[in-house]
């Protein structure tokens, strides 16, 4: 190429190039309005260094409720309103959930850890996701112990030295928060880890706000500069490793506690027991509990520091709270109890959010997509700011912002019900955030405030300090604040003085009646297990000055069983006999909704209190005779669905901690405890080369589909689960242990095959074991219109007539169902074959429903652990809903019935649209050999020659009046397979019995007449008061 070629190339190169420069800095055509720009900058020359939230308010008192900022090839969204903020945070969250990159806040200073500036990935919606499991309304109960314990340290601390209250505010949030996430006491300003935190906080905050950090951030090319040249890097690492190992030290801290039993309750044990579930990094662990501890000292320290300053520019509210906490208090400590009857103390706490909120502009959005609103263009990638200095300024929506005014608030809301509220003007503040990064642990907040400002208020007066130049009092300037990513007013002068020598005399004693609970070092004195009775019953919140230790009065009046007796009686005499690591739980504890679940709650037990033992030991001693007025349900899943549950009403025995596994020297047998569940224990065979027979669904436990039978994949070969016991370890109604096999107890063997919830708790149980033959399994699913129904049936009635299903097919389940991404107006065909052995051999069989043209279908080849994925019986299934169903047993499917079940479907979906998401009818068949092989008489379940089992099932939407509309379908349902079947009786699988009436003894247990009478005659031996009588009872209450 010619050098003159070569310049005619390259001029249109460089204009084109001038020409997008000189589009740098300018406001695109259609963006939301603001200030002028220059070119290349934009705006960023009028970003003040300092009170950035004063001139962000200016900006939206010229603009409106949104505008843009153009930062050199960058753009910012400013949203003023509640109702922008309603609009696009809350109701657009998936554009605007993400977060704008911050090299310097999570690049350095985090290694891309930190959960505050994480984008919207799967990273981040897994801590979301943890955080919500932990910090959730029931964990914010969880904590009221250390709230009402840090706040009376703290008054303390304001009675020994006021002068250092910012300290104190400090120490209380900062103690508060390294409890609930390490479980450990910050029991001073000068504790080590205190200062190397807030050192870290302090300073990284200074920096994440710095302008060089904003340079980096809109321009990364300059992040190549290497870390000497860049002292904001080099020191950013720096900072990073200290963090990091500050944050692993209390995270590894509190792991070493739980496995030596001296950790107490807090976000990190939690932690360490979801990391099992979900397989993330230590470092992940140590950054989330690390996150939440800057997030929720800082936040709360600074709204408590901005409270007292209020307080001493406005000395007529001071006054005004102090006159309803002494009307409603009088002498004594105020509590969370009192919290519905001090209004004015709750609009405080709420005043004191929306006048000084701490993040003066937010946290940063970023935009995920391209969104107009308002008519205005909002580009993807733009930085959008929640303004919420002018949110919480603006006086149409507070007028006189400036003025501390708690009557604006007239209401009792939470902060989480304002958040929620869809009338965006009733919302009260924007602290904690917006949409789907709102803060999840306002409700903790929300208690910590109430607390310390109701208790700061009714021990102590906040007087003007008097100038010794002037004479004249000094008023604080609540516009002198600090600078940085979070906004604390500057150090003011304050007098801070006991109200009285009576109110002095009470803080004194509170804490020194607190402080018993304590150690020589300042820690809780108490076990874990200790901890969690009182994190239940909440006692500590109602310790009142110079009272003993009392139970709280909504616990005094709430009886266990029908007998009356008190939930406390249980802690009391049954707590201290447990093993180290057992809990009680009642409703206010962060794992009671998870523990209670259920798969079906249609007709739910009253849970009234759980216990979860952490040895088999602890078993006899919970139904010992002791407790023999206290009734009791033993749960390892919660997936039993029948509605006789519905007459329970009491204690809840949680068999979750005992799932241990052990496989027999001659690899003939294994123990699994009682608690053992599928989902770990087929992989924990197959991991070791054996396999068993099992329940088919991942959620179910190992030993309640045994003791009803116990259909699985693998019972043409190797018979029912129940079939495979070879031993029990059994605690019985009185308490007492005892062995059941074939050579000891021998009839009650025979019993808990087949009705064994009926007898006793299966503590631990042996089962034979089989070697694994073979390396995956083959699946085949196929989706069929409707008009394939006869000719699907017509196959699986040759290939599973009589049970005789080839014994390597081990299963075949199906459903119809309206699948909209498929066919929205009619139902479909869904079945799924599962086959132990090659795709070869599998296919040879299902060639008849290749011939089916399919909609379509799916194949391959997996290892067994993985075929319950395959066959949507996986852990996903383990859903808690309010379920319509009936079921039914069959021995082959009657083709014309089946058709007429379509019809009947289809008719009520257009009948009852609410139902038809979740309407079903399902269909099982089992290759039965190794059932049938199995004398009937041997065992107590009596459907050896059932080989099909059908049932109904919807969702009964909660508060929806289509209750008695779903029971119907699925009584009609169920008559209608039977007409099909007429000459054989009602048979119903007790592990899928509803506890609808037309559901006979003799449907579940057996027509033959010695059946009964020989499980009633051994009831009447084994638990003569009927203790075992809620699940499928034999003898009913």
């Given at each position: 190429m010619s050098f003159s070629a070569g310049v005619y190339l390259f001029i249109p190169v460089l204009i084109l190039g001038l020409w997008r420069l000189s589009k740098v800095g300018r406001r695109p055509a259609g963006y939301p309005p603001g200030p002028p720009t220059l070119p290349i900058v934009g705006n960023l020359h009028q970003i003040p260094t300092q009170k950035r939230h004063i001139q962000f308010q200016k900006w939206a008192n010229e603009y409106g409720p949104i505008y843009s900022l153009i930062l050199g090839t960058k753009v910012m969204i400013v949203l003023n309103s509640d109702q922008t903020v309603k609009d696009l945070v809350d109701k657009r969250g998936g554009i605007y959930s993400s977060r704008p990159e911050s090299y310097i806040g999570q690049d350095v200073l985090s290694g891309g850890y930190r959960i505050l500036f994480m984008p919207d990935n799967e990273v981040w919606k897994m801590a979301r996701k943890l955080v919500h499991r932990i910090l959730g309304v029931t964990a914010a109960r969880?904590?009221?112990?250390?709230?009402?314990?840090?706040?009376?340290?703290?008054?303390?601390?304001?009675?020994?030295?006021?002068?250092?209250?910012?300290?104190?505010?400090?120490?209380?949030?900062?103690?508060?928060?390294?409890?609930?996430?390490?479980?450990?006491?910050?029991?001073?300003?000068?504790?080590?880890?205190?200062?190397?935190?807030?050192?870290?906080?302090?300073?990284?905050?200074?920096?994440?706000?710095?302008?060089?950090?904003?340079?980096?951030?809109?321009?990364?090319?300059?992040?190549?500069?290497?870390?000497?040249?860049?002292?904001?890097?080099?020191?950013?690492?720096k900072i990073h490793e200290r963090e990091l190992s500050l944050f692993c030290g209390l995270y590894f801290a509190a792991k070493k506690g739980l496995n030596d039993g001296s950790a107490k309750p807090c976000v990190c044990v939690d932690l360490v027991k979801l990391q099992k579930e979900e397989g993330f990094s230590d470092t992940f662990a140590s950054y989330l509990s690390g996150s939440l501890l800057q997030a929720g000292s800082e936040t709360t320290a600074s709204i408590l520091i901005g409270f007292v300053q209020a307080m001493v520019i406005f000395p007529n509210v001071a006054k005004a709270a102090q006159e309803e906490l002494d009307r409603v208090c009088g002498d004594r400590l105020p509590t969370l109890e009192d919290m519905p009857d001090l209004p004015y103390i709750h609009a405080c706490m709420k005043e004191s959010l929306r006048w000084m909120p701490g993040f003066m502009l937010g946290i940063p959005h970023a935009t995920a997509q391209h969104d107009s609103y308002l008519g205005y263009h909002i580009p993807k990638g733009a930085t959008v700011i929640i303004n919420v200095w002018a949110i919480?300024?603006?006086?149409?929506?507070?007028?006189?912002?400036?003025?501390?005014?708690?009557?604006?608030?007239?209401?009792?809301?939470?902060?989480?019900?304002?958040?929620?509220?869809?009338?965006?003007?009733?919302?009260?503040?924007?602290?904690?955030?917006?949409?789907?990064r709102r803060c999840q642990g306002m409700h903790i907040a929300d208690r910590s405030l109430f607390l310390a400002i109701?208790?700061?208020?009714?021990?102590?007066?906040?007087?003007?300090?008097?100038?010794?130049?002037?004479?004249?009092?000094?008023?604080?300037?609540?516009?002198?604040?600090?600078?940085?990513?979070?906004?604390?007013?500057?150090?003011?002068?304050?007098?801070?003085?006991?109200?009285?020598?009576?109110?002095?005399?009470?803080?004194?004693?509170?804490?020194?009646?607190?402080?018993?609970?304590?150690?020589?070092?300042?820690?809780?004195?108490?076990?874990?297990?200790?901890?969690?009775?009182?994190?239940?019953?909440?006692?500590?919140?109602?310790?009142?000055?110079?009272?003993?230790?009392?139970?709280?009065?909504?616990?005094?009046?709430?009886?266990?069983?029908?007998?009356?007796?008190?939930?406390?009686?249980?802690?009391?005499?049954?707590?201290?006999?447990?093993?180290?690591?057992?809990?009680i739980l009642l409703p206010s504890n962060p794992l009671w909704l998870e523990t209670t679940k259920r798969w079906n709650t249609m007709a739910p037990p009253d849970i009234r209190v759980v216990v979860q033992p952490a040895n088999e030991v602890d078993i006899p001693k919970i139904v010992s005779p002791c407790f023999t007025d206290i009734n009791f349900l033993v749960v390892s899943r919660?997936?039993?669905?029948?509605?006789?549950?519905?007459?329970?009403?009491?204690?809840q025995i949680d068999m979750k901690q005992l799932r241990s596994m052990d496989i027999s020297r001659d690899g003939k047998s294994a123990w699994f405890q009682g608690g053992a569940y599928a989902y770990e224990v087929i992989p924990f065979l197959w991991d070791r080369g054996y396999v068993a027979s099992t329940g088919s669904n991942q959620c179910v436990g190992l030993t309640g589909p045994a003791l009803g039978g116990g259909h699985g994949r693998y019972e043409g070969l190797y018979g029912l689960a129940g079939d495979n016991i070879i031993e029990m370890k059994v605690v019985l109604a009185d308490g007492s242990k005892i062995t059941v096999s074939e050579k000891s107890n021998k009839d009650l063997f025979w019993a808990m095959r087949g009705a064994g919830h009926n007898f006793g708790i299966v503590t631990n149980l042996k089962i034979r074991i089989y070697p694994a033959k073979i390396k995956t399994w083959h699946y085949?699913?196929?989706?069929?219109?409707?008009?394939?129904?006869?000719?699907?049936?017509?196959?699986?009635?040759?290939?599973?007539?009589?049970?005789?299903?080839?014994?390597?097919?081990?299963?075949?389940?199906?459903?119809i169902y309206i699948d909209p991404s498929i066919m929205p107006d009619e139902a479909i065909l869904w079945f799924t074959f599962a086959y132990a052995g090659p795709d070869s051999e599998a296919e040879r069989l299902l060639r008849p429903f290749n011939a089916i043209d399919a909609i379509k279908d799916e194949m391959g080849d997996v290892p067994y652990p993985e075929i319950p994925v395959r066959q949507n019986t996986d852990i996903s299934n383990c859903i808690s809903a309010?379920?319509?169903?009936?079921?039914?047993?069959?021995?082959?499917?009657?083709?014309?019935?089946?058709?007429?079940?379509?019809?009947?479907?289809?008719?009520?979906?257009?009948?009852?649209?609410?139902?038809?998401?979740?309407?079903?009818?399902?269909?099982?068949?089992?290759?039965?050999?190794?059932?049938?092989?199995?004398?009937?008489?041997?065992?107590?379940y009596p459907h050896r020659d059932e080989c099909h089992i059908a049932f109904f099932a919807t969702v009964v939407p909660e508060g929806s009046n289509l209750l008695d509309p779903a029971e119907k379908w699925a009584r009609e349902a169920r008559d209608m397979w039977y007409a099909g079947a007429p000459t054989r009786k009602p048979a119903t699988y007790v592990n899928y019995a509803s506890g609808n009436k037309y559901e006979s003894l003799k449907s579940i247990y057996g027509y033959e007449s010695w059946r009964l009478a020989r499980l009633q005659k051994l009831k009447a031996k084994y638990d003569p008061k009927n203790r075992f009588g809620f699940y499928v009872p034999i003898i009913s209450n």
């Open positions: 969880s904590y009221i112990p250390y709230q009402d314990l840090e706040s009376k340290a703290m008054l303390f601390d304001f009675l020994k030295s006021p002068n250092d209250f910012i300290d104190h505010l400090r120490r209380y949030t900062a103690s508060l928060t390294t409890q609930i996430t390490f479980g450990s006491r910050t029991t001073s300003i000068h504790d080590e880890r205190f200062k190397e935190a807030f050192e870290i906080f302090d300073r990284s905050s200074e920096m994440i706000g710095s302008r060089t950090a904003a340079l980096l951030d809109l321009v990364p090319a300059l992040r190549r500069i290497p870390d000497f040249l860049m002292p904001i890097k080099k020191e950013g690492r919480h300024n603006d006086p149409k929506r507070h007028p006189s912002p400036r003025q501390f005014n708690p009557m604006r608030y007239n209401d009792q809301q939470t902060s989480i019900e304002a958040a929620n509220n869809p009338d965006p003007t009733k919302r009260d503040h924007y602290v904690f955030g917006a949409g789907r109701s208790r700061l208020l009714w021990a102590f007066d906040f007087d003007r300090v008097v100038s010794s130049e002037t004479g004249r009092d000094i008023v604080p300037d609540a516009e002198d604040v600090t600078e940085g990513i979070m906004s604390i007013p500057s150090p003011f002068p304050v007098r801070i003085v006991p109200r009285s020598t009576k109110r002095a005399e009470a803080v004194a004693a509170a804490w020194s009646q607190a402080a018993d609970l304590l150690d020589e070092h300042g820690q809780w004195k108490l076990t874990m297990m200790t901890l969690r009775f009182i994190f239940s019953f909440t006692l500590l919140a109602t310790l009142a000055v110079g009272s003993p230790l009392s139970i709280p009065s909504y616990f005094q009046s709430d009886h266990l069983t029908r007998r009356e007796v008190p939930v406390f009686q249980i802690q009391q005499e049954l707590g201290t006999l447990l093993s180290e690591n057992s809990l919660g997936h039993g669905l029948t509605k006789s549950l519905g007459a329970f009403k009491g204690m085949h699913n196929y989706y069929w219109s409707q008009d394939k129904l006869e000719r699907v049936f017509r196959e699986l009635n040759k290939l599973q007539d009589d049970g005789k299903t080839p014994p390597l097919l081990g299963v075949v389940f199906g459903q309010r379920f319509s169903l009936a079921s039914v047993m069959l021995q082959t499917w009657n083709i014309t019935t089946e058709r007429a079940l379509y019809n009947h479907f289809m008719r009520n979906v257009a009948l009852y649209p609410d139902l038809a998401a979740t309407a079903r009818l399902y269909y099982e068949g089992y290759a039965h050999q190794g059932v049938q092989a199995v004398d009937s008489a041997s065992t107590a």
